[in-house]
């Protein structure tokens, strides 16, 4: 079962290592109440036996074995114990005392007590024997004395000790789990400020934390916290500037749209309402690719849609891309060439990569003359596979290549129709997959556009590298 509340999980990994060293402490303190209790009783027998042994005398040549009272009164503990006892001669002639009663099977040594256990009609017995010379006998004479008594008072002793200890362990497992809870409480004090701190921040605060006032162990997560609200800030920064850049590039061809569609349907001139049609024809097909391209700028930004890990062949993919564009190249008069025989092969979102390809060759197209021509290459060299455009237009100034990039910006004087973003978008899918761009210059003099990315061995190494660290 998992538990959710971090204070609970805190006492339970706190109070559970406490409750077993105090299930470790009962079981000693058992095993302590034992010992206890036998030696008290182990005492009590040894008095007993020595009481009984000293009072032994010979009187009148014949020994006199009377047991004295207290030897036996020692054990009225109040639980009912029976005593039993016996006295022998050195020749086990029995004097007096329970003559079945066991005996020790080792011979006790001369004024030491020897204890052993034994069972005696049915019951359990602990006994010691003493082997103690005769008072008044001159020729050595000797008695061993043999006491028993039941184990009621034992076991009540020890029931008393254990419990005991038992007790005052429950009661310091309890005084410690409500000191832990009142420390917990404490110490989690800190986390809760932190909790509030964050959830009383407007919608729109993304101030960083100040760590100053936290503990070193929640500098971390504040660290982290303030990492987070740092990336959304920047996402949210960017969202907004897409939405404003995106308004304004749509806002100027749904005007126009909008004048068109009133003058058309105003004149009443024929060749003019057509003339007005077609220009609303032609608005819309901007617009159309303008909103297809703001979507694949939207998808090719990290984080918007699931990656894609696939083989590409880009020989085949450029293929693709340059018999969809034919017409748009015999349209314009463009001369489109590709030099792709052997297949080059990457790894990452073939549609994705397709896209790529198709703004680059669009772009070329867009801004070469008519008359003028397109070539794309593609080739493997070293780890990378490499895909080139290359163009006669009119090219990028170099002071200019490093703006390009950015969405929605056009080089200044730059005639045609685009929209400032379709190298914004080559860019997305490239960095994406793990590639690099260049721009320089063709041989026709125009623009020519490298995209170079990860090979499908060395795509597949990085990708095992990452998932093995």
Known sequence: MRIESLR?????????????????????????????????????????????????????????????????????????????????????????????????????KEGVPLHFSATYRDQHLRLAALQYPVVGAHDGERVTVVVGVTLAGHAAMVRELWVGGFSQQLVLLAAAGLLVLVGLRQGLAPLLRLRDTVMNKGRDDLAPIPDAAVQSELRPLVAALNTYMARVEGQMAAQRRFVANAAHQLRTPLALLATQVTYARRTPDAAEREEALSGVQESTRRLARLASQLLTLSRSEPGSRRPRDEEIDLSASARLVLEGLVDLAIERGIDLALDADAPVLTRGDGAMTR?????????????????????????????????????????????????????????????????????????????????????????????????????????????DGIRGA
């Open 8 to 108: 609970l999980q805190l006492l339970c990994w706190l109070l559970l290592p406490l409750a077993g060293l105090v299930a470790l402490n009962v079981w000693t303190s058992g095993r302590q109440a034992r010992a206890t209790a036998d030696l008290v009783t182990d005492r009590t027998l040894d008095a007993s036996v020595r009481a009984i042994a000293e009072d032994v005398r010979l009187d009148r040549g014949v020994i006199d074995a009377t047991i004295p009272p207290v030897a036996l009164e020692m054990f009225d503990t109040g639980h009912r114990d029976r005593v039993f006892y016996r006295v022998d001669t050195a020749e086990g002639r029995l004097l007096t005392g329970y003559p079945d009663l066991p005996r020790p099977k080792a011979t006790p």
């Open 355 to 463: 896209e790529a390809i198709v703004n680059l060759v669009e772009n070329a197209l867009r801004y070469t003359p008519a008359g003028g021509s397109v070539a794309v290459s593609v080739r493997a060299e070293d780890d990378w596979a490499v895909l080139a455009v290359e163009d006669s237009g009119p090219g990028i100034p170099a002071q200019e290549r490093d703006k390009v990039w950015e969405r929605f910006y056009r080089v200044p004087g730059t005639p045609g129709e685009g929209s400032g973003i379709g190298l914004s978008i080559v860019r997305e899918v490239v960095d994406g997959a793990g590639g690099t761009l260049t721009l320089g210059t063709a041989e026709a003099g125009g623009l020519k556009v490298e995209m170079r990315l990860p090979a499908a061995s060395t795509a597949g190494r990085l990708e």
